[in-house]
Nanobody
Framework: VQLQASGGGLVQAGASLRLSCAASGRTFSSYVMGWFRQAPGKEREFVSAIGWSSTDYADSVKDRFTISRNNAKNTVYLQMNSLKPEDTAVYYC?????????????????WGQGTQVTVSS
């Protein structure tokens, strides 16, 4: 099983980016897919998750980020708008082999390699 994240980059504050995470090796349409991020010197933190028909967001990104998925492509997306310097981090996609949400990284069994997002002020 592989999760391939892409779409990161260097942008100015206020800009937008769209992250993608394509899964291969098995189908995850029945399970929760999520995004986490880790800034230098900080712990990995929950950003957002999506189940079959609902979503969950960290308070820090609510109303700015939108998670979506395309089950036919086994892909999850994270649309990030109004980016702030504090959004700078490596963003990881992950899959939780369950249908209920969790914000804890240890509850996710599959991880992508991460994509760097840098927001300049």
């Amino acid at each position: 099983v592989q999760l391939q994240a892409s779409g990161g980059g260097l942008v100015q504050a206020g800009a937008s980016l769209r992250l993608s995470c394509a899964a291969s090796g098995r189908t995850f349409s029945s399970y929760v897919m999520g995004w986490f991020r880790q800034a230098p010197g900080k712990e990995r933190e929950f950003v957002s998750a999506i189940g079959w028909s609902s979503t969950d967001y960290a308070d820090s990104v609510k109303d700015r980020f939108t998670i979506s998925r395309n089950n036919a492509k086994n892909t999850v997306y994270l649309q990030m708008n109004s980016l702030k310097p504090e959004d700078t981090a490596v963003y990881y996609c992950a899959v939780r082999l369950a249908t209920d949400y969790s914000t804890r990284p240890k509850d996710y069994g599959y991880w992508g390699q991460g994509t760097q997002v840098t927001v300049s002020s």
